[in-house]
């Protein structure tokens, strides 16, 4: 049966064959404009509204766009001069940038989750956020072991975990507890933590040695009052 032309040119709400293409490319030369004062400005409060960021993020972001999309010209055919710092000075003023509150959130994003105190200082450190921030929001040392306790929980090391059956030798052990160190490594804990957590007995050994870094940090802050 002759079902008739199947290109969507009689079909209800469609164009000719190409129109979609037409389309996108409209979008494209839409997208690609180039950047003048306005234009970077409006990309800078749509990303701000978008992300929690930091200074130096927001400026790596605007420059990424500069090298994508090109400089606007002006009436003479001259580039137009952007102040991307200006930019971002006028926003952290304003309070649409703050890295203290970036730092903040990240790193008890990151300790919530699991990691140590080392993945927190890499991420913020890759976000710009400048040596004596990140050591303000560093975590201590009860938030870094709860944090380590909450990584053994989740991947069952240590105690968490399934008993070593009765037939495994030293060797099967052996690697089974580099393994496990080795993950709370990499994910920012350091060597006496991961080893401690693998190591512990039971879970009574666990919760005493949080409890003695709670107090310790309760003592700390006493003493700074």
């Not at 002006?74 to 203290?100: I, N, T």
């Not at 959130?105 to 890759?126: H, K, N, P, S, Y």
């Not at 993950?183 to 693998?198: D, N, P, Q, W, Y």
Request: charge should be neutral.
């Amino acid at each position: 049966m002759d079902r008739g032309p199947r290109d969507g040119d009689d079909r209800p709400g469609r164009g000719p064959r190409g129109s979609k293409t037409r389309r996108s490319k409209t979008r494209e030369k839409r997208k690609s404009r180039p950047l003048d004062r306005t234009v970077m400005r409006d990309l800078a409060l749509s990303y701000v509204a978008r992300f929690a960021t930091t200074g130096a993020k927001l400026e790596a972001y605007l420059a990424r766009k500069i090298r994508e999309r090109g400089v606007a010209e002006d009436g003479d055919g001259r580039s137009v001069e952007l102040d991307v710092p200006g930019l971002v000075a006028d926003f952290v003023d304003k309070g649409y940038v703050d890295d203290d509150a970036y730092a903040r959130a990240r790193a008890r994003d990151l300790t919530g989750r699991g990691f140590g105190a080392r993945r927190v200082e890499q991420a913020l450190w890759a976000a710009g956020v400048e040596e004596e921030v990140r050591a303000d929001h560093a975590p201590d040392e009860g938030e870094s072991r709860n944090a380590a306790v909450l990584l053994a929980k989740k991947r069952r090391f240590g105690p968490f975990g399934i008993e070593t059956e009765d037939g495994a030798d030293y060797s099967e052990r052996s690697k089974k507890r580099d393994k496990q160190i080795a993950a709370m490594l990499r994910a920012g804990h350091s060597f006496t933590h991961a080893a401690f957590i693998v190591d512990a007995a039971g879970m009574d050994e666990i919760e005493d040695w949080l409890a003695e870094a709670q107090e310790d940090d309760m003592g700390r802050t006493r003493e700074q009052w």
